[in-house]
């Protein structure tokens, strides 16, 4: 089958969300009770409150190119998930170098996936308490695991480190959502691509955004990931309150690679970077991140269900 191409664009020629918990301690599932947010955040979700998923599950946000908004959309989703559902949710920094989930929410902690990873070697099988201590806590219930904040303790993981830390994670956690990155060639992408169970693809607008997409579908599709994404989420977030290029054509060229293709309308609060505040968000991508959550859980769910 020939290659689809992206449309053009503005400059640009047509050449150029019932569940099932995994177990956990008493002590540690005492803090699924009522958190802030929980009653709307459940009007807001509609289905994916419902729907019921069985397990653990990998959740992996890759942006298309760097800078597209990937570390936003893992702090939304994430957040979102742990207000709608009951089972344990976590966000996961696993950019090779460091990335920026940690700046998203308040700092309680200086654990992250490298001490975590490396404590799993040198005690072997954690508690869910233990593993709770490195984790951000934050208003929604939602568990962050950030990247090292010094810079001269980080450095990229190793495919066998980052193995530890999804493991341990999911023996606690229903959802585990993981802040990827846009290179395709590096390991820890890879391995991620192999175990995720559900896909979002980030995209930026512009005419960047649509080549940085086209080359992330192909080499996808490529490279033994078709249906995976086939079932994938694809979200374009509006980093600017333009109104961008020629979306209806970006959206019909993803839709035809992907289950879905979501927009995130430009947000203030958001655009300014620092701890995201729920509070501070706009209504309107609040609305906009209700279908979003529940494609992925509804597409978690039909995968689960088709491989019983």
Same mark, same amino acid.
């Given at each position: 089958?020939?290659?689809?191409?992206?449309?053009?664009?503005?400059?640009?020629?047509?050449?150029?969300?019932?569940?099932?918990?995994?177990?956990?301690?008493?002590?540690?599932?005492?803090?699924?009770?009522?958190?802030?947010?929980?009653?709307?955040?459940?009007?807001?979700?509609?289905?994916?409150?419902?729907?019921?998923?069985?397990?653990?599950?990998?959740?992996?946000?890759?942006?298309?190119?760097?800078?597209?908004?990937?570390?936003?959309?893992?702090?939304?989703?994430?957040?979102?998930?742990?207000?709608?559902?009951?089972?344990?949710?976590?966000?996961?920094?696993?950019?090779?170098?460091?990335?920026?989930?940690?700046?998203?929410?308040?700092?309680?902690?200086?654990?992250?996936?490298?001490?975590?990873?490396?404590?799993?070697?040198?005690?072997?099988?954690?508690?869910?308490?233990?593993?709770?201590?490195?984790?951000?806590?934050? +208003? /929604? %219930?939602?568990?962050? =695991?950030?990247?090292? &904040?010094?810079?001269?303790?980080?450095?990229?993981? *190793? @495919?066998?480190? #980052?193995?530890?830390?999804?493991?341990?994670?999911?023996?606690?956690?229903?959802?585990?959502?993981?802040?990827?990155?846009?290179?395709?060639?590096?390991?820890?992408?890879?391995?991620?691509?192999?175990?995720?169970?559900?896909?979002?693809?980030?995209?930026?607008?512009?005419?960047?955004?649509?080549?940085?997409?086209?080359?992330?579908?192909?080499?996808?599709?490529?490279?033994?990931?078709?249906?995976?994404?086939?079932?994938?989420?694809?979200?374009?977030?509006?980093?600017? +309150? /333009? %109104?961008?290029?020629? =979306?209806?054509?970006? &959206?019909?060229?993803?839709?035809?690679?992907?289950? *879905? @293709?979501?927009? #995130?309308?430009?947000?203030?609060?958001?655009?300014?970077?620092?701890?995201?505040?729920?509070?501070?968000?706009?209504?309107?991508?609040?609305?906009?991140?209700?279908?979003?959550?529940?494609?992925?859980?509804?597409?978690?769910?039909?995968?689960?269900?088709?491989?019983?």
């Amino acid at each position: 089958m020939p290659e689809r191409v992206p449309p053009p664009l503005a400059g640009q020629s047509s050449s150029a969300m019932s569940d099932t918990s995994p177990p956990r301690s008493r002590k540690y599932a005492r803090r699924s009770e009522t958190r802030p947010g929980r009653r709307a955040a459940e009007r807001s979700a509609g289905p994916a409150v419902d729907i019921r998923v069985e397990g653990s599950h990998q959740v992996l946000i890759l942006p298309c190119a760097g800078g597209v908004g990937g570390t936003t959309l893992c702090a939304l989703l994430g957040t979102e998930l742990a207000l709608a559902r009951s089972g344990r949710v976590v966000a996961v920094d696993i950019h090779p170098n460091g990335g920026s989930l940690g700046v998203r929410f308040p700092h309680r902690t200086d654990a992250s996936v490298r001490s975590l990873a490396e404590a799993v070697v040198e005690r072997g099988r954690l508690t869910a308490v233990q593993v709770e201590a490195f984790l951000q806590d934050t +208003a /929604s %219930r939602l568990g962050v =695991l950030t990247s090292p &904040r010094a810079p001269e303790v980080t450095e990229a993981l *190793s @495919t066998a480190e #980052l193995r530890r830390v999804t493991e341990v994670l999911q023996e606690y956690h229903q959802f585990l959502v993981l802040d990827g990155c846009s290179d395709l060639t590096h390991a820890l992408t890879q391995a991620t691509l192999c175990t995720a169970s559900h896909l979002a693809l980030v995209v930026g607008t512009g005419v960047d955004g649509a080549v940085a997409a086209a080359d992330t579908v192909k080499w996808l599709r490529h490279n033994g990931f078709e249906e995976l994404l086939s079932r994938s989420d694809a979200v374009v977030i509006r980093r600017s +309150a /333009s %109104r961008g290029a020629r =979306l209806p054509e970006l &959206r019909e060229y993803l839709d035809s690679f992907c289950a *879905s @293709t979501s927009l #995130l309308p430009y947000d203030a609060h958001l655009a300014q970077g620092g701890v995201l505040d729920r509070r501070l968000v706009s209504t309107s991508l609040r609305k906009a991140m209700s279908p979003i959550l529940a494609n992925v859980v509804q597409g978690i769910a039909r995968a689960s269900a088709s491989t019983d």
